[in-house]
């Protein structure tokens, strides 16, 4: 069965650093999403990607955090300047994007700030 | 603002007791709905969803959840837990129509089943 796949499973990084959390959506999907969920707390929404560009953003998503599908497969989520509360698990998602589907997650990625 | 709400924070079972996880939602318009089960160590699973139709819809693994419009809720419900069903609970909701990725949480629920 396809599934979305995040990788590294944990990342650990020194405040002021820049991370890059990378994603291999199911292929032929068209939509994709990064979420987060700090510890203890709701997963949150990030942002949406289709097309090539940044459909939604949510008010966490500010100029620290980018997004990228660098190449066909690969979708990436990069935080510049890594602070303590970052520190959470990130999920990237996919959808078909045809109909009312759901979106498929992956299994996260743990990232510590230290 | 939309929202989705979770009654309970950690719930506690016994083996073959029945289960009911409280939802509800607030949004403007038609929602969708979803639960999702997320085992220790393991990525989000849908276990259901409602976009339209019958409000009662079954899942996987003997789940069901029944969309009461007036009540704004979405409960998840087993009549029988089994062990294996330890893992935290997420009810997500989100507009009808289009990408359902943009989805928002519910703050999640822990499910303990006791052998």
């Known amino acids: 069965e396809p599934e979305v796949t995040q990788t590294p499973s944990h990342q650990v990084t020194q405040m002021g650093q820049e991370v890059i959390l990378r994603c291999v959506p199911i292929s032929n999907h068209l939509y994709f999403y990064w979420y987060r969920q700090i510890l203890g707390q709701k997963v949150e929404f990030l942002v949406s990607f289709y097309n090539n560009e940044i459909s939604e953003k949510s008010e966490i998503f500010d100029d620290q955090f980018s997004v990228e599908r660098p190449d066909g497969s690969n979708f990436t989520l990069k935080i510049r300047s890594t602070k303590l509360e970052d520190s959470a698990m990130y999920f990237c998602?996919?959808?078909?994007?045809?109909?009312?589907?759901?979106?498929?997650f992956g299994q996260g990625t743990r990232l510590t700030v230290v | 603002a939309q929202s989705v709400s979770q009654h309970n924070h950690h719930v506690i079972l016994s083996e073959a007791a029945s289960l009911e996880l409280g939802c509800n939602y607030s949004?403007?318009?038609?929602?969708?709905l979803f639960w999702y089960v997320q085992y220790p160590g393991q990525h989000l699973q849908l276990l259901l969803k409602y976009f339209s139709g019958d409000p009662l819809v079954k899942g996987i693994k003997g789940f069901e959840a029944e969309f009461i419009k007036s009540k704004f809720s979405f409960n998840l419900r087993k009549p029988s837990v089994q062990w294996s069903d330890t893992a935290e609970y997420f009810c997500a909701g989100g507009s009808y129509g289009g990408s359902q990725g943009n989805l928002i949480f519910g703050k999640g629920t822990k499910l303990s089943v006791k052998p």
């Open positions: 998602a996919s959808n078909p994007g045809q109909g009312n589907t759901e979106a498929f």
């Open positions: 949004y403007g318009g038609t929602v969708n």
